[in-house]
C-alpha cells in the first residue's frame, strides 16, 4: 500500500504534521490539566500526542491487515485491526522470537483502541487485561536508543490508558466548540 506523501496530505487537508501534532497535544493538555500535563510533557505527553497524530495521518486497510497474507517486514510499523489481532499476535510473539517495532506498535494500538476509544470497546473487551498487555508489549520494545521512553510508557500504561479516555470524552464534549486561531 502506498503511503500518501506529507505534501499531499497537507494539500488535500489544509494541516501538516506539525499541526496535527499540536492539536493532539494542546487537547491532551486541556484534558488532562495543567498539573498532570506539566508532569508528563517532556517524557511521555509528547509521544502520546505523536501516537494520536500518527493514527490520524495513516491510512489503514482493515480487509487487508485481517488478511492472512498480510506480513509487514520486521522494521515496519505494523497495522492492527482490532484489539483481538493484538491479543493473537500478541500470544505468538510470547512464543517466537521478539519483534520490538511490533511490539511498540501493539502497545501504541492498544492506547488507541483501549485508551481513546475506550468506551466503543470496553463492552466487548477486558481494558484491564489489555492494560496489562500494553504495558508488556512496550516492555519488550524497550531496546536500544528507544528503551527509555519505552520504559516510561509501560510505567504509566494504565494511567495514558485513563488520559486517552479523558481526552476521548473532553473531544466528544467541545465538538461544537468554535475556537478562533492564534
Same mark, same amino acid.
Given at each position: 500500500?502506498?503511503?500518501?506523501?506529507?505534501?499531499?496530505?497537507?494539500?488535500? @487537508?489544509?494541516?501538516?504534521e506539525e499541526q496535527v501534532l499540536n492539536f493532539w497535544a494542546s487537547n491532551l493538555h486541556d484534558?488532562?490539566?495543567?498539573?498532570?500535563?506539566?508532569?508528563?510533557?517532556?517524557?511521555?505527553?509528547?509521544?502520546?500526542a505523536s501516537v494520536l497524530g500518527h493514527f490520524c495521518l495513516q491510512p489503514v486497510d482493515r480487509?487487508?491487515?485481517?488478511?492472512?497474507? @498480510?506480513?509487514?517486514?520486521?522494521?515496519?510499523?505494523?497495522?492492527?485491526?482490532?484489539?483481538?489481532?493484538?491479543?493473537?499476535?500478541?500470544?505468538?510473539?510470547?512464543?517466537?522470537?521478539?519483534?520490538?517495532?511490533?511490539?511498540?506498535?501493539?502497545?501504541?494500538?492498544?492506547?488507541?483502541?483501549?485508551?481513546?476509544?475506550?468506551?466503543?470497546?470496553?463492552?466487548?473487551?477486558?481494558?484491564?487485561?489489555?492494560?496489562?498487555?500494553?504495558?508488556?508489549?512496550?516492555?519488550?520494545?524497550?531496546?536500544?536508543?528507544?528503551?527509555?521512553?519505552?520504559?516510561?510508557?509501560?510505567?504509566?500504561?494504565?494511567?495514558?490508558?485513563?488520559?486517552?479516555?479523558?481526552?476521548?470524552?473532553?473531544?466528544?464534549?467541545?465538538? @461544537?466548540?468554535?475556537?478562533?486561531?492564534?
Open positions: 500500500m502506498d503511503m500518501p506523501s506529507t505534501d499531499y496530505f497537507e494539500e488535500l @487537508y489544509g494541516v501538516t484534558a488532562i490539566g495543567s498539573q498532570r500535563w506539566s508532569q508528563i510533557r517532556d517524557s511521555t505527553g509528547v509521544y502520546l480487509m487487508e491487515v485481517l488478511s492472512p497474507d @498480510y506480513s509487514p517486514n520486521d522494521t515496519e510499523f505494523r497495522q492492527f485491526a482490532d484489539l483481538t489481532q493484538i491479543a493473537e499476535m500478541m500470544m505468538r510473539q510470547l512464543t517466537s522470537a521478539k519483534n520490538p517495532m511490533w511490539m511498540e506498535s501493539a502497545g501504541a494500538h492498544i492506547l488507541l483502541y483501549a485508551g481513546f476509544f475506550q468506551s466503543q470497546n470496553k463492552e466487548r473487551h477486558n481494558i484491564e487485561f489489555y492494560s496489562a498487555m500494553g504495558r508488556e508489549c512496550y516492555l519488550m520494545a524497550a531496546v536500544g536508543k528507544r528503551a527509555r521512553i519505552m520504559k516510561l510508557m509501560a510505567t504509566g500504561f494504565h494511567q495514558y490508558l485513563f488520559h486517552l479516555d479523558s481526552l476521548h470524552r473532553h473531544l466528544r464534549e467541545s465538538r @461544537y466548540l468554535i475556537r478562533p486561531e492564534n
